[in-house]
């Protein structure tokens, strides 16, 4: 007898497939948050999928700080360019030479990504954004609805979200205002990379071991690049790290790590017990309540 039943992950696809459909026919200009990182690039495969054999019907867009790691602006570039989309570059260089924002004493900018973002929203008309967040990632992302309303400040607020009842979506906004929308929610890093294996997709260098120059900072391992210098009285040494999660050189850590194949990162994530988030992101250190605070205003 045939059995009809689907995979775990073949479910989460066909999910994350339905919602960008949803959102095409529900809205008016969609975008897609692209950055190069492993949710990102997931989910231009699967807005791909979702539209096949047509083109993706709305561009991507990157949040660029000017702080990234340089191998992954290379693969956005070259992912792009095969996908044949239109790329939004929104720049916080650009932003804090125009006075719009002004970069912290400490150099980090990924605190004024947010007015760079709603102003590009503003000015292309964006009515949905989509995301790659996981409830899984962070506790204030695990309480965010898959269709997330942003007042027309861009603002969120947590205690008044609209129901979610099984798979029905109220996509209807006034005008200048958003939805996010996360069809990863449900997914978790091991699903992310069962599924990164399963479709062949190619990563960034970053995410695989290799011998890297680091500097230890909280027990965190930073690698020394041209955003991170040893400051005076640390030492730097060579480990094998890898990236769990990429955001901005000067604020993301790597972790100690053998794995240089996809199966050997899903067997590290299958027995790890700390969120890639909590393990890896300087950013979400600052505070219990770091990712909330940045969410209300209008972080991703």
Not at 101 to 119: A, K, S, Y
Not at 210 to 234: Q, S, T, W
């Amino acid at each position: 007898m045939s059995d009809y039943r689907i995979s775990h992950i073949a479910a989460l696809e066909a999910e994350a497939i339905f919602i960008f459909r949803e959102v095409a026919a529900t809205c008016q200009r969609p975008v897609l948050l692209f950055s190069g990182g492993k949710d990102s690039i997931v989910m231009l495969h699967l807005a791909q999928k979702a539209f096949a054999p047509a083109p993706i019907p709305f561009p991507v867009m990157h949040v660029d700080t000017g702080q990234n790691f340089a191998e992954v602006i290379d693969y956005r570039d070259r992912r792009v360019a095969e996908a044949g989309v239109q790329l939004i570059v929104a720049s916080v260089q650009d932003a804090i030479d125009r006075g719009m924002v002004t970069e912290p004493p400490d150099g980090t900018r990924n605190r004024i990504q947010t007015p760079v973002l709603l102003e590009a929203a503003e000015k292309y008309q964006f009515d949905a954004l989509f995301g790659g967040a996981r409830r899984d990632e962070e506790k204030a992302r695990a309480k965010e609805r898959v269709f997330s309303f942003r007042d027309d400040f861009g603002q969120w607020d947590p205690k008044n979200q609209r129901p979610e009842l099984w798979n029905l979506y109220n996509g209807r906004v006034h005008p200048g205002e958003q939805i996010r929308v996360f069809p990863l929610s449900n997914w978790t890093e091991l699903d992310v990379w069962r599924y990164i294996g399963s479709e062949d997709i190619p990563l960034p260098e970053v995410y695989f071991s290799a011998e890297r120059e680091v500097v230890d900072r909280g027990g965190m391992l930073y690698a020394v690049n041209e955003f991170i210098k040893p400051r005076e009285g640390e030492e730097t040494f060579f480990e094998k790290v890898r990236y769990r999660t990429v955001g901005d050189a000067n604020l993301t850590a790597g972790v100690r790590s053998d794995a240089t194949t996809i199966d050997e990162i899903i067997a590290e994530v299958e027995v790890t017990r700390i969120t890639e988030r909590g393990a890896t992101r300087g950013d979400d250190k600052t505070s219990e309540a770091a990712m909330e605070d940045r969410k209300r205003e209008g972080y991703f």
